[in-house]
């Protein structure tokens, strides 16, 4: 088992996340993509502004597939086009 693999077991059972609800490769994937599609920064906050996307009801997988498409194509200035939340 990897370091990630430990830290993500670790922190599934202190926030009472079912470890197989976490699609790490999903997460990772949207993470680098907006790292270098939008900023460097804007991937945690992603990942964190998905989790609660999927939290009120968004499927991960929806989500991050919209997310990664809105990184692909972001320019700046390109903030409220497009999107529908």
Same mark, same amino acid.
């Given at each position: 088992?990897? +370091?990630? #693999? #430990?830290?993500?077991?670790? +922190?599934? *059972? #202190? *926030?009472?996340?079912?470890?197989? #609800? +976490?699609?790490?490769? *999903?997460?990772?994937?949207?993470?680098?993509?907006?790292?270098?599609?939008?900023?460097?920064?804007?991937?945690?906050?992603t990942?964190? *502004?998905?989790?609660?996307? +999927?939290?009120?009801?968004?499927?991960?997988?929806?989500?991050?597939?919209?997310?990664?498409?809105?990184?692909?194509?972001?320019k700046?200035? /390109?903030? /409220?086009?497009?999107? /529908?939340?």
């Amino acid at each position: 088992m990897t +370091v990630l #693999e #430990e830290w993500i077991d670790a +922190v599934c *059972l #202190e *926030l009472g996340i079912d470890r197989d #609800e +976490v699609d790490r490769d *999903l997460i990772l994937d949207l993470a680098r993509d907006v790292a270098h599609g939008v900023a460097r920064p804007g991937a945690p906050l992603t990942a964190y *502004l998905l989790g609660l996307a +999927v939290g009120r009801g968004t499927p991960a997988r929806d989500g991050a597939a919209r997310l990664t498409a809105m990184a692909e194509g972001w320019k700046p200035g /390109s903030g /409220s086009e497009g999107g /529908s939340a």
